[in-house]
T-cell receptor, first 111, second 116 residues
């Protein structure tokens, strides 16, 4: 089945710097790759996603890139702010509307 | 939003006892999911459902069973709880976010289960 690996497990950046989180997947049939943000004590929430027919997608300070050949995708956050501090999860969908998640990255933005 | 609720929010139970967690949604969504969240493991799929009485296993289904006798309810049962099943359990549905024009998961608030 699908396996998603996510790195790094923790990331600390200075406010205003960029943050990059990387994920790899194993199932070449996966075609949908969302990213979720989970603030402390809350439920995960969808922040951005990308489909396999697109290489890059942006939404304000957040962008996601996908390399299908290499089976990896990344989340880029620019001009980080303290409110970006959270746990971020990547996921891949191998079909049947299922999502297989990575292990998460705890992002800390230092003021 | 799907109007998805989980119950109970917190539960402490003893090893060997059966436990049932409930997920309830109000908007007739077809797909429902149960995940568990543990430090270092992220969110792992336990079981999912694609309709009434239609369910399938996920990544970590051993020791868990599910039932969906009505569209709105998806139940997760731990047949005989063990300490390794201490976790936060999230229910999710797949829905169309009309304001964003795309499908995504909406998660419930989670159930924190402690097996002692």
């Amino acid at each position: 089945g699908e396996n998603v690996e996510q790195h790094p497990s923790t990331l600390s950046v200075q406010e205003g710097d960029s943050a990059v989180i990387k994920c790899t997947y194993s199932d070449s049939a996966s075609n949908y790759f969302p990213w979720y943000k989970q603030e402390l004590g809350k439920r995960p929430q969808l922040i951005i996603d990308i489909r396999s027919n697109v290489g890059e997608k942006k939404d304000q300070r957040i962008a996601v890139t996908l390399n299908k050949t290499a089976k990896h995708f990344s989340l880029h956050i620019t001009e980080t702010q303290p409110e970006d501090s959270a746990v971020y999860f990547c996921a891949a969908s191998p079909g049947s509307y299922k999502l297989i998640f990575g292990s998460g990255t705890r992002l800390l933005v230092r003021p | 939003d799907a109007g998805i609720t989980q119950s109970p929010r917190h539960k402490v139970t003893e090893t060997g006892t059966p436990v049932t967690l409930r997920c309830h949604q109000t908007e007739n969504h077809r797909y429902m999911y149960w995940y568990r969240q543990d430090p270092g493991h992220g969110l792992r799929l336990i079981h999912y459902s694609y309709g009434v009485k239609d369910t399938d296993k996920g990544e970590v289904s051993d020791g868990y069973s599910v039932s969906r006798s009505k569209t709105e309810d998806f139940l997760l049962t731990l047949e005989s709880a063990t300490s390794s099943q201490t976790s936060v359990y999230f229910c999710a549905i797949s829905e169309l976010f009309r304001d964003k024009g795309k499908y995504g998961y909406t998660f419930g608030s989670g159930t924190r289960l402690t097996v002692v």
